[in-house]
């Protein structure tokens, strides 16, 4: 039998990702939005997409299989 793995042995390698994505979404939500700005859009619709981006990332998680799990 397999010695059972330890959650501080694997913490890192499954947190560290999620940590570093939620931080690069939080980190480009303002740019987005004054792009938009910039771009001509109004400041509901930049707010809405940026809303929109960070609840598509939210709800698929960080492994992109979302429709996977939508189906079921």
Same mark, same amino acid.
């Given at each position: 039998?397999?010695? @059972? +793995?330890? =959650?501080? %042995?694997?913490?890192?390698?499954?947190? =560290? @990702? /999620? =940590?570093?994505? #939620?931080?690069?979404?939080? /980190?480009? $939500? @303002?740019? +987005?939005?004054?792009?938009?700005?910039? =771009? *001509?859009?109004?400041? /509901?619709?930049? *707010?809405?997409?940026?809303?929109?981006?960070? /609840? #598509?990332?939210?709800?698929? *998680?960080?492994? #992109? %299989?979302?429709?996977?799990? $939508?189906?079921?």
């Amino acid at each position: 039998m397999a010695a @059972p +793995v330890r =959650l501080l %042995r694997i913490a890192p390698s499954v947190y =560290l @990702p /999620a =940590l570093l994505y #939620g931080i690069g979404q939080g /980190a480009i $939500a @303002p740019v +987005v939005a004054l792009s938009g700005r910039d =771009l *001509g859009a109004s400041v /509901a619709s930049a *707010g809405l997409v940026v809303a929109a981006a960070r /609840a #598509g990332a939210s709800g698929r *998680g960080h492994s #992109g %299989r979302g429709a996977d799990h $939508a189906d079921r």
